[in-house]
């Protein structure tokens, strides 16, 4: 699944490449990509219709491109009343946002088609259908569909401080906490792995059993990998992942823990384990990362 990282390289190719620009058509494709939208398949083209993405905004993983007003076409005069509604976007596990020009084959995959009136057409393609696009009335700020998610570490407001002092209160595993998106939102399997790694932190280490020191050290490298991965475009393991242009990141080559399973451990050389979390896996160094020890009673 696109992590942090891979959803702000998105959201920088669509700052780029799709605001300002007039929609002139809507086609759903698939109305599974979609089914949270108020009204469905034909009520989230008409919602569209005329008007123009004017920013490009990121939650965690979560995408949202707020509105214009609306189109000043005769057919269509402007809904000064809208001016604040947005499209919420979620890549899920394989999707994909996509600028492309009119006429250009379609993808296998392609759900959802936006044309532009400069000639490109922005494309939503997801090949298992677990993203998503929805409009999302009066969420040009931030919608309300995800005002729960936490900030992330990338963000100018993030507080660690805060976010340490509400991890050592719980008694789950620390791995399981960073991917608790009402604590901090963005992280992932792969960047959670990661920063554990760096850090010399088992993922089941109670949250209550870390220090302060060792929760914003974990943190700080929390921050530090997903700044490296977006410097390099993101982490892609195959095509599904790729940015507004069809290209690939190239952070997979730094990883240290993720997807090297018996391989020796950069650090003290010990085999990399890989152990089953979450219906996905976990790797680790073993020497590195102890497990944590069980508590009295």
């Known amino acids: 699944m696109p992590e942090l990282p891979e959803v702000e390289v998105v959201r920088r190719g669509l700052e780029a490449h799709a605001l300002d620009r007039v929609i002139t058509g809507v086609e759903v494709l698939h109305d599974r990509p979609v089914r949270r939208s108020p009204g469905g398949a034909a009520a989230f083209a008409d919602a569209l219709l005329g008007r123009s993405f004017t920013a490009a905004r990121r939650r965690g993983k979560y995408l949202w491109l707020p509105l214009s007003a609306g189109s000043s076409t005769p057919t269509s005069p402007p809904a000064n009343d809208q001016a604040d509604d947005a499209v919420i976007g979620h890549l899920g596990m394989s999707g994909q946002m996509l600028v492309q020009p009119v006429g250009a084959p379609d993808e296998r995959?392609?759900?959802?088609?936006?044309?532009?009136?400069?000639?490109?057409?922005l494309r939503f393609v997801d090949q298992r259908m677990f993203g998503g696009l929805a409009v999302s009335p009066g969420g040009a700020g931030l919608p309300p569909e995800i005002a729960h998610i936490a900030l992330d570490p990338l963000d100018a407001d993030f507080d660690p401080a805060a976010v340490v002092a509400r991890i050592r209160k719980r008694t789950s595993g620390v791995k399981r906490l960073l991917l608790d998106q009402t604590l901090v939102s963005g992280v992932g399997n792969i960047y959670a792995d990661e920063a554990l790694w760096r850090s010399r932190?088992?993922?089941?280490?109670?949250?209550?059993m870390l220090t302060r020191a060792e929760g914003m050290e974990l943190l700080g490298h929390v921050r530090d990998v997903m700044t490296e991965a977006l410097a390099q475009g993101g982490t892609s393991f195959d095509a599904l992942y790729v940015n507004v242009n069809g290209q690939s990141g190239y952070f997979e080559r730094s990883l240290n823990a993720y997807g090297r399973e018996d391989e020796p451990c950069r650090r003290c050389g010990t085999a990399m384990r890989r152990t089953a979390f979450m219906n996905r896996s976990s790797y680790f160094c073993p020497a590195c990362q102890r497990p944590p020890r069980l508590r009295r009673g």
């Not at 932190?201 to 209550?208: K, N, V």
Request: net charge negative; proline share 5%; charged share 45%.
């Open 201 to 208: 932190l088992h993922g089941e280490r109670p949250g209550d």
């Open 109 to 121: 995959h392609l759900r959802v088609r936006f044309r532009l009136d400069d000639g490109q057409e």
